[in-house]
């Protein structure tokens, strides 16, 4: 089994900062790609922004400039940086993880946290 955990959501004024950190644990031989992932009551889940094991990454169009993904390998952490929070960045954020079980399987699964609640005021 592979658990992540999120923390560092909260409520911030527009204009504000805040930092999230998902850190995996268990059953894990290597993660591919770790991503950020957000939702708001009655619509769709909304990839934020994603990053390879090899530190590749990739934005939504809606954050590019203001969030910053990163990762520590060696920790099995994902990190997003998020500069001049708005209004619509309010959201539930997850952490999601493609996760190599076995060393002699290339099969992947994967996992999300139980999400933090990021919350921007106006």
């Known amino acids: 089994q592979v658990q992540l955990v999120e923390s560092g959501g909260g409520l911030v004024q527009a204009g504000g900062s805040l930092s999230l950190s998902c850190a995996a644990s268990?059953?894990?031989?290597?993660?591919?790609?770790m991503a950020w992932y957000r939702q708001t009551p009655g619509k769709q889940r909304e990839l934020v922004a994603s990053i390879t094991s090899s530190g590749n990454t990739n934005y939504a169009d809606s954050v590019k400039g203001r969030f910053t993904i990163s990762r520590d390998n060696a920790k099995n952490t994902v990190y997003l940086q998020m500069n001049s929070l708005e209004s619509e960045d309010t959201a539930v954020y997850y952490c999601?993880?493609?996760?190599?079980?076995?060393?002699?399987?290339?099969?992947?699964?994967?996992?999300r946290g139980q999400g933090t609640q990021v919350t921007v005021s106006s």
């Open positions: 268990g059953s894990i031989f290597s993660i591919n790609v």
């Open positions: 999601n993880a493609q996760v190599q079980v076995f060393s002699w399987s290339k099969i992947t699964h994967e996992y």
